[in-house]
């Protein structure tokens, strides 16, 4: 049985403060994104319509403000809105944690249509560019969880070679658990990546890669979720629906990604 590592979440000692691990990571994860777009700029469907280095940068910055701004806000208001209406002041307060990936995805597509406007450029046309991006930088955020020791998974079988002990999680009987934040690192990160890239290497119909995205991370995250331990403060309403809040969130997610996939499919085979 493994226990996990109990690493110090603080990488860089400054005083009474310092540079932590999770911070490290979505630099990583935004550093990645700025790479792979880069290359993707680059590939000749791309230039052929215009794209350029600084259309990336410029991507990355809006897209920045809303994974951070989409993150916040998504965490408050899915997970805690009856707390957070009342404590509005503590909205801002992200140094205390708490962010959502599916508000932060919100954020991110408010975000390119607002980077498309600007710049002439159809929604989906700037979607399709950067979703294959997207995964590393889930994958690099993932490692932070499971740095920090947070977001565990439930309860695994006593024969499960890799089950991990968190003593965050103050089990009395101290059992080990699902490394949940490694299996999403893998699978909506790594594996999501591959697929993603694989299917992006040669033109497609607008929309279908931005589809394969929603519908991928959808089906991964929910599947997931069956080994990750919910938050105490919603376990009670997993149990009463049967499914976790992040569940719940990822099936608009896998019908939207699949409806847009056949849409642009079709769209696309439809003769001139």
């Known amino acids: 049985m493994l226990v996990h590592p109990q690493f110090d979440p603080i990488a860089i000692h400054i005083g009474s403060g310092g540079i932590h691990w999770y911070g490290i990571t979505y630099l990583i994860a935004f550093g990645l994104f700025l790479w792979l777009a880069g290359r993707r700029a680059r590939m000749p469907q791309h230039m052929a319509v215009g794209w350029t280095k600084q259309d990336v940068d410029d991507v990355l910055f809006y897209g920045v403000l809303g994974v951070v701004l989409g993150g916040r806000l998504g965490y408050c208001f899915f997970y805690k809105p009856d707390y ?3 404590h509005l002041p503590e909205i801002i307060e992200v140094w205390k944690g708490g962010m959502s990936f599916h508000g932060g995805l919100l954020g991110v597509l408010f975000a390119l249509w607002f980077f498309g406007r600007k710049r002439g450029r159809s929604f ?15 994958a690099a955020v993932r490692l932070g969880n499971f740095i920090n020791g947070e977001l565990w998974g439930r ?17 009395p009987a101290g059992f080990a658990r699902h490394p949940s934040q490694l299996y ?4 909506e990160g790594l594996l999501l ?8 290497r040669k033109p497609r119909a607008t929309g279908q890669i931005s589809g394969l995205f929603l519908l991928g991370y959808g089906l991964l995250r929910f599947t997931a979720e069956y080994f990750r331990e919910p938050d105490d403060f919603l376990k009670d309403f997993a149990m009463r629906t049967g499914l976790s809040m992040g569940q719940w969130l990822c099936v608009p997610m896998i019908l939207g990604g699949l409806a847009l996939f056949t849409w642009a499919s079709r ?5 001139a």
């Open 124 to 138: 989906l046309e700037v979607s399709d560019l950067i979703a294959p991006c997207v995964p590393t930088g889930i």
């Open 184 to 187: 999403q690192a893998a699978g």
């Open 155 to 171: 309860q695994a079988p006593a024969d499960l070679p890799w089950a991990m002990i968190f003593p965050q999680a103050h089990d």
């Open 84 to 86: 957070y209406i009342q």
């Open 193 to 200: 990546f591959i697929v993603l890239w694989w299917f992006a």
């Open 267 to 271: 769209r696309n085979a439809r003769p």
